[in-house]
């Protein structure tokens, strides 16, 4: 498995759970010294193999580098990474604004883009995107992030689709609330907000059971079920 | 969010930082006036409680080194034993010191000095300790060892994260052969022939009693004993052949919700308690591991039984000169209060190794835990037990504790020595917790 951004807790938790089931990793980070005794931790734990690699997502001349100078294609890559931003700043700043975009949306769906076009002629292999229940509404508190979140998640449907007659499954998650490094601070309601582990839990049986789209938590569906439908005159006055 | 210790009193209202790095927490440890770390708050009262700021080490988890050959481990000081004893018991080690719950951080083992029921053969987690590495108030990092900053390694064994944030341990795991335990059950009808038990079994490895403390009169301090050992290779069950290291934990019950606090009243601790003396029957049995160390955490938040208002353990060691009488002193009045005690938990100690802790609890004697959820009735007797447990020359266990005065300290033989080393290097007292105040630590 190839974790795209393993520092976060999120790819932590998945590496965590895809090398105690007996599966080798690759982790990437753009600080691999940081990344390293997260590496040397799960090689004690599991007796897995573990290999850390530098690479930074906004560089995007550098992708197809990192996919074709690993050992061999992995089974499985999950994109983590991603930014949240400071929406206050987002929205005055179109430089601060661009970074989230590109971070959420461009570079990851490029990424998977030339995955997928690997996984197709090898004629296996499962993209997991880590998307967001953001991406399913712009709200007015971080529509930035929200709205490149739901490119990067219209992006894996599409995909999805395109390989719908392959061996090659796509798989996006919409993790909630997720106490992360990403949240710290911020008061999240505790029913709604998972804890990293059950993110890795909920990727491992997302790839077991062949799955499309998954909430973490499974009380999102239905909430997110009513937001969607909310006529737009309602939604925009809402505070959410 | 509100924070509590297990016993779920007292409470305060605090946000938890969560640091992953060295870095983070010196970061912490710069801005906040006042900080205490926390590992997973298996402590029963206010030692890992403080309302400015405090540091969930659960996210500094990682291992750093094992050694297959010898047992060395070094790990984060966020590692949970529940961890450990997942991924290491089915390769054949153990930790050396275990408390009764394995939902519990290496750090807190360490800032508690915690004990098991080896402690009369293994002493405490802190012996099987090579070295940690310690952040201090100022943020400077310190080796500590029993060869390098001695008097701070000293001091941190067993002190309650009063001398700064522990990072890393270094400890011998120990060998075990299978997963299973030999387990003796012993009954004793008083709590002389218990204590007889103790000193005539003191070959075993492990050791414990449970005692009924609501019998009174010429049944005082009836109990089973337990007495245990690692189930050799050799003694594998047919059931079992071949296969030393086959347990497969059961998934854990979940308490969700506070039982009102009349389930556990005089008359229901009273019937529990006679009907577990009848049941236990005398005889070895071959038990798993996790079973044998963690009964209770087969039951997830067993903590909600008494109610909202929480709970308290009460715990103590007396000298074992004192501790006969000290002991009938003490279970006479609990009887005689009426105050049941669902869990009342006997030990005898070893004598104390030369690398104890300056505020470590452990010390050569009977310790006993009892338990009473918390009310104006049971701190009133809490403090009749506190004078018996003066008197006698005893101590309490501050891991336990949420309402003793500083005056309780006075069992601690090295308590001057710890106060003019957190003089010394926090005289500010940066690091601290409700306990710390309370006691004036
Ligand atoms: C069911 C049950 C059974 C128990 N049985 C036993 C037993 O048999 N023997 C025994 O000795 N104890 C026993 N205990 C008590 C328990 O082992 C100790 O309280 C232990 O310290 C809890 O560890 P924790 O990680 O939950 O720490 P916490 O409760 O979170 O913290 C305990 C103390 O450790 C400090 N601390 C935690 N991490 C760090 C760190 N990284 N750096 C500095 N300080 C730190 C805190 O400041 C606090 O003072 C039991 C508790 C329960 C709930
Ligand atoms: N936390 C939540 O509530 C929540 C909810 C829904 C969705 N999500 C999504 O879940 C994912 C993980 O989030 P998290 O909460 O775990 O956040 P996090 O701790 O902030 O992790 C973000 C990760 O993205 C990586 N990253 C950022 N920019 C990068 C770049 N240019 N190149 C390579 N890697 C980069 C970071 O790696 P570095 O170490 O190199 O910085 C880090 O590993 C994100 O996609 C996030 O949007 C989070």
């Known amino acids: 498995m190839l974790v795209v951004g393993g520092t976060s807790d999120m790819g932590r938790a998945i590496a965590h759970r895809h090398a105690a089931a007996g599966g080798a990793l690759i982790l990437t980070a753009r600080d691999t010294a940081r990344m390293e005794p997260d590496a040397q931790d799960i090689r ?123 061996s090659v499954r796509v798989v996006t998650i919409k993790p909630g609330f997720v106490a992360t490094r990403m949240t710290a601070g911020l008061k999240l309601p505790p029913v709604l907000t998972a804890q990293p582990e059950e993110v890795g839990a909920a990727v491992a049986a997302a790839i077991r059971r062949h799955k499309d789209v998954v909430y973490v938590r499974s009380i999102w569906q239905p909430i997110m079920t009513i937001i969607r439908h909310m006529p737009e005159t309602m939604f925009k006055r809402i505070k959410y | ?87 290491f018991v089915p390769r054949g080690w153990f930790v050396p010191v275990t408390p009764g719950t394995r939902f519990v951080t290496i750090g807190g083992m360490v800032a508690a000095d915690v004990h098991g029921k080896n402690h009369h053969v293994a002493g405490s987690f ?86 009924d403390c609501l019998a009174s009169g010429g049944r005082l301090g009836r109990s089973l004993v337990t007495l245990g050992e690692h189930l050799p290779r050799s003694a594998l069950p047919p059931t079992r052949e071949g296969r030393p290291f086959a347990d497969v934990p059961r998934q854990r019950l979940a308490l969700p919700v506070s039982s009102p606090a009349w389930v556990m009243n005089q008359r229901s601790v009273a019937a529990f308690n006679a009907l577990y ?3 236990g029957r005398p005889g070895e049995r071959i038990v798993s591991l996790v079973s044998y160390f963690y009964p209770l955490d087969a039951i997830g938040g067993w903590n909600r039984l008494y109610g909202r208002n ?83 020359g005893g101590r309490l266990y501050l891991a336990k504790d949420a309402r003793s005065g500083a005056a309780m300290l006075a069992g601690y033989d090295q308590l001057d020595a710890f106060r003019a080393l957190r003089e010394r290097l926090d005289p500010v007292r940066h690091l601290s917790s409700l306990l710390s105040r309370r006691l004036g630590l």
């Open chain 2, 277 to 279: 003396y009848a049941r």
């Open chain 2, 1 to 87: 969010m509100k924070l509590s210790g297990w016993g779920r009193y007292p409470c305060v209202e605090v946000v938890p930082e969560q640091p992953r790095t060295d870095t983070e927490i010196c970061a912490h440890l710069a801005c906040a006036t006042s900080l205490i770390a926390r590992g997973n708050g298996r402590s029963y009262g206010d030692a890992a409680l403080n309302e400015t700021c405090v540091l969930d080490m659960r996210r500094m988890s990682r291992l750093v080194a094992f050694d297959e050959g010898s047992g060395f481990m070094v790990c984060e000081a966020g590692v949970l034993l529940s961890d450990l004893v997942a991924l």
């Open chain 2, 126 to 211: 802190g012996d099987h300790v090579y070295w940690l590495d310690l952040m201090l108030a100022d943020g400077g990092v310190m080796r500590c060892s029993s060869e390098e900053n001695v008097g701070l390694f000293n001091a941190t064994l067993g002190g309650m994260g009063l001398t700064g944030v522990i990072l890393r341990v270094a400890f011998a795991m120990q060998r075990i052969e299978t997963d299973l335990m030999a387990q003796r059950l012993l009954k004793a009808a008083t709590l002389d022939e218990a204590m007889d038990l103790f000193e005539s079994n003191d070959a075993s490895t492990y050791s414990v009693a449970w005692i």
């Open chain 1, 44 to 166: 004690l734990r599991y007796r897995t193999e573990v290999t850390v690699v530098g690479f930074d997502l906004l560089a995007l001349e550098t992708h197809a580098g990192l996919l074709d100078g690993l050992p061999a294609l992995p089974d499985i890559v999950v994109c983590v990474a991603g930014l949240l931003g400071d929406h206050t700043v987002s929205r005055g700043d179109p430089i601060a604004a661009k970074l989230v975009m590109e971070t959420n949306y461009v570079a990851p769906a490029l990424l998977l883009g030339l995955v997928a076009n690997r996984f197709e002629a090898r004629g296996r292999g499962v993209i997991v995107g880590i998307s967001s229940v953001a991406g399913e509404r712009g709200r007015a508190s971080n529509y930035v992030y929200g709205s490149a979140k739901a490119g990067f998640t219209a992006f894996l449907s599409g995909l999805r689709a395109r390989l719908s007659r392959t």
């Open chain 2, 310 to 392: 929480g709970f308290v353990q009460y715990q103590f060691v007396l000298p074992k000169s004192a501790s006969r009488e000290g002991l009938r002193a003490i279970l006479d009045r609990v009887a005689a209060a009426g105050a049941g005690s669902f869990l009342a938990v006997l030990k005898l100690f070893g004598t104390v190794r030369s690398r104890a802790g300056s505020l470590s609890f452990p010390r050569e004697g009977y310790t006993l835990a009892l338990d009473f959820p918390v009310s104006a009735g049971t701190f009133k007797l809490l403090e009749q037990l506190d004078a018996i447990v003066a008197a006698f």
